[in-house]
């Protein structure tokens, strides 16, 4: 059985009630990202999101993205602009970030996570993370650890 067999909607709201994350800590995020929000209205940004979901890791170019749909890059960053506010390229780091994160608080090390998330190397994945929370992955697993472990006892 597919997203397709029953529609996206269904399988967002299976998603939903079967990704179980761990309580965060603080102000972290509780759910992960492509489950917040509504989907795409326009069946192929919703394609495209659910093609980079399936596979963060996947070779993700804005070229490559395109040719899926059979438009121009430009076409396919003004699609993501007017449906999700940001671009096919911050929406794919966005996913990969998301898994990072959940990967992080599994255990795996930063080195590990970095290649199942995605990033291409360990050092695009902190430049992300530093952006993002202002800490490294090493320093966000460690304070999230510190929280489980607390929260645990």
Not at 43 to 58: C, K
Not at 115 to 123: D, I, Q
Not at 127 to 139: D, E, L, N
């Amino acid at each position: 059985m597919s997203p397709q067999d029953h529609g996206p909607d269904l399988t967002r709201d299976v998603a939903c009630a079967l990704v179980v994350y761990l309580r965060r800590s603080g102000g972290q995020s509780q759910f992960s990202a492509p489950l917040q929000g509504p989907p795409p209205r326009s069946p192929s940004v919703r394609r495209i999101t659910d093609l980079i979901t399936a596979d963060p890791g996947g070779n993700h170019s804005l070229g490559g993205l395109a040719k899926h749909l059979n438009v121009s890059p430009r076409h396919l960053t003004r699609l993501f602009h007017d449906e999700l506010s940001t671009t096919p390229a911050r929406y794919v780091e966005m996913i990969r970030f998301g898994m990072a994160k959940a990967l992080l608080d599994q255990g795996h090390t930063a080195t590990q996570t970095a290649s199942l998330a995605g990033f291409p190397n360990y050092e695009s994945m902190r430049r992300v993370f530093v952006r993002k929370m202002s800490i490294s992955p090493a320093a966000y697993q460690r304070r999230f650890s510190t929280a489980r472990r607390a929260n645990a006892g």
